[in-house]
């Protein structure tokens, strides 16, 4: 085998995952897109944000995946304004 320097590369088969979350953080969440879609000029749907939200915010695996999120949509809020449409 060679010497190689680059190590072998891990598992990135995407997979697919339903999840249940409250009201409150479906309307945060896509709050959250139309404000992407406004800094970027682009929409993506929450399916796509949500997986970079997470790597953004260090995610560790944890029970509750929807305090997380909240804790990043928090964050995220307290340095803007946000209004509700």
């Given at each position: 085998m060679a010497d190689?320097?680059?190590?072998a590369l891990p598992d990135r088969t995407p997979v697919k995952m339903s999840i249940h979350v409250?009201?409150?953080?479906?309307?945060?969440?896509?709050?959250?897109?139309?404000?992407y879609a406004a800094a970027y000029?682009?929409?993506?749907?929450?399916?796509?944000l949500v997986p970079a939200m997470l790597e953004a915010s260090?995610?560790?695996?944890?029970?509750?995946i929807?305090?997380?999120?909240?804790r990043y949509l928090?964050?995220?809020f307290a340095s803007?304004?946000?209004?509700?449409?």
């Open positions: 190689l320097k680059l190590p409250m009201p409150e953080l479906v309307d945060a969440l896509s709050d959250y897109a139309k404000m000029g682009r929409e993506e749907p929450v399916s796509a260090s995610w560790r695996p944890v029970y509750d929807s305090m997380i999120l909240w928090d964050c995220f803007r304004e946000c209004e509700r449409k």
